[in-house]
């Protein structure tokens, strides 16, 4: 298949700083009247926020990720498979797509160094979110900053290649 860059599409994951702010008034509200979550329900902790993709196109096929880290860290991305509206209904576990990703840079490693992620693991769950972009025309995500890593550091996008 020939492919020049005017085929490919690049989809940068945006921060949903309301929906992150939302889901942080949930944690704060249950924390201060001394309720419990319900059950099932998964609550956003302090290093995760949510992240969108907006598709322009619809009938994708997945190519490759492209992501940066200044520093080091680990970052993973969750996706949710549900037409989720945090607004509306509370975000449960078993709207969470596996697998994950996940890349990191370790403490040890030179500035300079590549991410390391896993392969196998990336490559399906960018498969799985071209699959999802059929049936939808936004999707959400639960970005997580361990070891270091931070939001401001981190670059990540997704390239597709839209069907003919």
Known sequence: MDTTPSEKLVLEFIKDTALTEMMRRRVSSLQKTGQKR?????LLLPHEAVYRLDFSVQ???FSR???SLSGHGRVTVTGIS???????TNLMTRQLLEPIGTFWRNAGDPEDSPLKWLEADMQ????????????????YFLLAFKDGAEAANL???IEFIPEK
């Not at 319900?38 to 998964?42: A, L, P, S, W, Y």
């Not at 549900?82 to 509306?88: E, N, S």
């Not at 972009?133 to 999707?139: H, P």
């Open 65 to 67: 990720w492209y992501f």
């Open 59 to 61: 009938e994708l096929n």
């Open 124 to 139: 399906e769950f960018g498969e799985r979110i071209a699959e999802l972009a059929k049936v939808r025309k936004v999707m």
């Open 155 to 157: 670059s990540c996008s």
């Open 38 to 42: 319900q059950d099932g329900e998964r």
């Open 82 to 88: 549900q037409h989720w509206t945090p607004d509306l």
